[in-house]
């Protein structure tokens, strides 16, 4: 997530470079074949032409950029709810569970620890459940990237479960079933009614819940159709900007063109960016970020002082 | 799905080859009967009249894209959620229910397995049952198919019952019916309490409405009118388009047109490839690669080994 | 609801014919006042001010389109969700309602079958009352209609309760009372314990709800201003739009005039015929299709073989 | 609420007239500076610019009218819910609560009888404190106005009870927290469970919601800005019509501009008369209507006989 | 909130005379440099161009501007929901908590006061925590600001307690955790049955869910690349208006530049200024009058008459 309110210049030509480069080299082309050598002189494309394809395009852009918008935000309330959620699973273990004779139970509460720290790990391993990158989306370097190892749960685990944990294809969905489990336990041990019970299972339902919407937004792409054809339009539109203007503009067309273009072109990249939220990369949900709130908030509750360090934000950038 | 971020141009030519067609013989029709016959000298289209068009034209269909785009993502989102009730059954199956005196219960585990390997049973038939295709859709031939037929879920149950759910005409809702007979069974042994048997129940009623928003979806199309204006709309503009600039451009005039055609008649196809998602398309909610993810984690969670295996993407397309 | 890919001329004509019709006209008669008789040399109105109307035209009309697809669409999700509620209703009451020993008990079982079936008079009983049309909308003959009459329901009651429910303002809210006074009986009877009394209770509020929001799209129209000035501004642009060309153009302003003219009265005219979708009417929600389709589920799942037989489109159209 | 289909002109230019006649004086004075006068000769404005104007003002109207409309039929869906709530509720407390040993119980049903004319009084009251106005909305005399007094609310309560609650500062509120306390007496003599007891509660809860949502419309106006802007610039653009025409066009510079004007200035007036649905004014959410169908419904369930006569349209209104 | 219908200038001109000045500097060099040197001759731009830029930017603004409104009004329905569930916690405070044996038990009045009292301290303690400023936001000097400060809530609690929240990173969470504590003691004395526990332990839920996602809104800025490019495209766009008119008029190219950049300009400051809701600013959520609301309700419920009084608008503003 980026905080600062002035974008860096190095974000913007890091992913916009080679585009501009073209439309740059077109227009210095169409200037010569025009001005020097007269080539293509009955090529000038009547502007309504290309006005016609900018408000079909601008239209189109900005249904791309709502829905990449709305998936982005989607994916921000995810992570919001599992924020809220998280604290009441804490407080919910902490105070819907109890020794039945009212007595201080080491055992209980050690249990109740237990059951906060595997939240814990539940949350730092559905963060880098997410991240894990598909071959398709074909990121390669990124200008900035956050620690994404499965190493960071380890602390939240006994060793023996840490294992069992990882050798399971999906380990979030895994530690929600060793909570059912636990809390079976605790019925077991009548430190939870029935109803309690149920209560706190509807919780986990909850986590379920926020693991799956997470899991639909990572793996189904935005329709490839959609933003392929959304690429392919800007540079259609941009290829002929250059044409309109170049009779009655001169050297002028230059510039102008390559305004219009970076208009459209950044129109189209701002969506490109957003649309895929869990990828490690600068403008994303900030994962890191919130876990981190999460395990404070959590910590906080059970009295522990090891809180953790919230990261600052570098370069303007929260990951 | 699809997730290859270039879409084949064979994809793109296999929907769109007919239109671009007319509209590739119209111009070259205009531009001869204008230049070398001047038969329509005087038929010049003034390219405001077109222009007005094109505007009206590109809201409507991002009216249209945007609400293929919703169903499309609808769609999506019901099977994300069955993805994630289904962990959740799993989860409440194992720990919801409990031997009383609290002694391993080879009966009760039994019937664990059996409810779970049901579910599984549910999630591919209802699979095969949303792709079955509608007459009035007149789909005929695909580039690709995944394979579906209720063969597929004989696996998952006793064979008395398969016949059984087989001779309903909607299986998958008798599915859920036996699943709450068996509720009332474990009731019965005393495995689960009056409460959990309420939440297993509201769990069953979660199915009940992720089948029927799919079934929705599948037999609602979006409302014919639209799809059909859109379409009559881009062929009325279409063919008005070549007679609006042969006049300045000559025989510029035929690429020009074709490359403005083809961008409204994307912008129509795009859409009215996305907003039936259940009939077993390239395009479509990815349903085999999501009942399989399914399987496989209820699999993991019951500690069986014999996960399937998951489908790579073929030809950038996961079914 | 229409089916069929592609509309039938008659359809469209059969609503459009009589403003087509004006257009026509005034196209004609702007052509002989300007060309034959000179008289309305200084009337031709400049392009540009009638492009301005038109993309204003055109951004409203699409904002009233999404509202009326929004309406139709909601009303399909409300009866969606009563096909799955009633499924669910179907097997809470098989499987939930018990014997308190165990044994067969035929008073239950009729118990059921009765809450079953005056489940399924609800739904028909919905239906009729939801399609009885306001006068203020004006409707007067349609090219199809489906039957609407509360005698479809007597099957489905004992003849008493039919005269009894027959007597009341609102059949359908009555029938759910009657309902929640039989669950008081399984529960006096011992069949229900006090926790699945409240469970079918909530079932029962799921009905309230459903009938409550087609209520509210029934009763509440489209705000009129909206629809009342989408209508106006379609011809007052459309009467502008032939003053437009008439001097360019001569002749062949005629046919372009009304091709404009069609697509913006068209893009009203579907708005103006989705918003309303209870009106018996060809695009409507079928209504008649779906609670066939409930009854069709739930005499299934009760193991009766007189199911209905389903609607097939006709003229390509499902009522 | 306006149900008739076509706005009767007195509507129209009740809101529009004095804006209307600024926009008519100055197309007269423009035209009588420019052509007799020639006094304006160089300030004729290029129509592009008011062109652009016209596109973004247009998108502009069209999000305000957007989220207006969002307001009003959120308005509506509330009043929607607490219909079908109401009538939820009329049932819970018929059938949920009951005698101990089953025996007629003659406190029972004056207790029941009482739970439910306190929740008419709640409708109305509710109705009536929210159709207060707040003196910053500036509203003054309307064409048309329900009676709205705390008074019709009198004979749904005891004496004691109403002057009671007419001393609170939000009377709804506090007529909830009445039937809470007559809930617990209820549980007290045992006339509701434990579970029942909360079931009701809940249902109390969904009444508070509304109220609260209702209160959130009513209190929180569109944001200013929006409206205010909104206003602005159609008058600036207005102002810009006239002298884009006035040469080429003449006198009939006059009825075009207005024509104009007319469709800009209607689109911005639209969204100002719907955006505050709970002032009592015609196009209002019809609060009188709803309260009057939930009496009839609770009534009739109770099988009282004396129903309220229901509101016919007024001037094609109901309020 | 500003409530007045007429915005001060001084509050559009706080916000947008730099802009302004720019502007204004820039039209009048044209102007001279055009006319009085001619220097520019050559570079006057073809309008056509900034048209096309006018109307894609008119639609991103619009998106811009709609999501602001978004987070601003789900911002105000969050605290509409924290008003409903405050309601509900008072009436469920004092109506589901009893003695046992019904008798008078002051040590349960206190313990109903203490719980609603310390509800005020985290309604109030909410806010003062979301209006706290992020340095990233750069805000520093406003017309207006409403007092801000934990002092506010020491009245609501027991000193000790006062400062061990305040103690905390999070007071208001740990606020919600207090009251899961004080919960259990009225489930150990009896005050209140296992499943109104749960009852009331759900109500604190929904606190937990209105504090996060009030969270997520304040910590999560709109995408900045939207928002910078937003206001980058205006300056690109406003710095080609004035070229575009400057042949064809002269000096009156200088207001009407003005008055479309002044358009472009509002349309990018409302969205700008609506898209941080808590930043304690006159156009946000008004959380000090909605926390005095809350307190006003539930000290209405309690019987006291220490009534908060109520803010009147200052300047058109309630804060």
């Not at 073209?22 to 025009?34: D, E, K």
């Not at 921000?76 to 273990?93: C, H, P, T």
């Not at 969506?271 to 970020?289: I, K, V, Y």
Request: proline letters at 6%; a neutral charge; charged letters at 20%.
């Amino acid at each position: 997530m980026i905080v600062s309110k002035n974008l860096r210049w190095k974000y913007i030509f890091f992913y916009a470079w080679k585009s501009m480069l073209y439309f740059l080299c077109l227009s210095i082309a169409v200037y010569f074949l025009h001005h020097k050598f007269s080539f293509i002189d009955k090529l000038s494309v009547p502007f309504e032409a290309v006005a016609t394809l900018s408000t079909a395009l601008a239209i189109f852009l900005a249904f791309n950029n709502n829905s990449a918008y709305d998936r982005w935000w989607e994916a921000r309330k995810i992570w919001g709810k599992l924020v809220n959620y998280s604290r009441a699973w804490g407080r919910e273990v902490l105070t819907l569970s109890m020794d039945q004779e009212g007595r201080p139970n080491e055992e209980l509460a050690s249990w109740q620890r237990a059951m906060i720290y595997r939240h814990m790990a539940f949350v730092h391993g559905l963060r880098v459940f997410l991240r894990q990158r598909h071959p398709y989306n074909g990121i390669e370097q990124e200008l900035m990237e956050a620690p994404n190892d499965y190493q960071q749960i380890k602390g939240f685990l006994p060793p023996e479960e840490f294992d069992e944990v990882m050798s399971k294809r999906n380990p979030p969905n895994y530690l929600l079933m060793l909570q059912g489990r636990d809390l079976q336990h605790a019925y077991d041990r009548g430190w939870i009614s029935d109803y309690r019970l149920v209560r706190l299972d509807e919780t986990l339902i909850e986590f379920n819940n926020h693991q799956g919407m997470c899991e639909r937004i990572k793996n189904t792409p935005f329709p490839r159709p959609y933003s392929y054809f959304g690429r392919m339009f800007v540079f259609i539109h941009g290829t002929l900007v250059p044409f309109a203007f170049v009779e009655e503009l001169g050297v002028w067309n230059i510039p102008l063109s390559l305004a219009i273009n970076f208009v459209f072109l950044s129109l189209e990249q701002i969506g490109a960016r957003t649309e895929d939220p869990f990828e490690n990369r600068p403008g994303d949900t900030p994962l890191s970020a919130i876990s981190l709130t999460i395990e404070e908030n959590l910590k906080e509750m059970l009295g522990d002082t090891n809180l953790p360090t919230k990261l600052a934000p570098v370069g303007g950038v929260v990951l």
